[in-house]
């Protein structure tokens, strides 16, 4: 069975650090993309970021730019959360194998990260 499995949200207030991690087992993703969405209360669950196999060319939304850094170790994918905004509150997913509409591939439970004001 595969499985993502997320870890490292919680409550914080506004300006704190948090770091995200996911784990795969049951299969590796080494030669597929990792990233993170998230979904927050009455919006669609949005691409955060992303990074390639090899680790390099990782990708961001606009709105987490200079904020958080993605990176990886073979099939776990880590979120470095920096400077957090209460508007980053959400339920984070971890994703493997998606494709550019964040549909497809392999799923985590979520984590999720409130940040106050």
């Known amino acids: 069975q595969v499985q993502l499995v997320e870890s490292g949200g919680g409550l914080v207030q506004a300006g704190a650090s948090l770091r995200l991690s996911c784990t795969a087992s049951g299969r590796t993703f080494d030669n597929y993309a990792m990233g993170w969405f998230r979904k927050a209360p009455g919006n669609e669950r949005s691409f955060v970021a992303g990074v390639s196999w090899s680790g390099g060319s990782p990708t961001y939304t606009d709105a987490v730019k200079g904020r958080f850094t993605v990176t990886r170790i073979k099939s776990s994918v880590y979120l470095q959360m920096n400077d957090l905004l209460p508007e980053d509150t959400a339920i984070y997913y971890c994703?493997?194998?998606?494709?550019?509409?964040?549909?497809?591939?392999?799923w985590g439970q979520g984590t999720q990260v409130t940040v106050s004001s």
């Open positions: 994703a493997a194998d998606y494709n550019p509409a964040g549909t497809g591939g392999y």
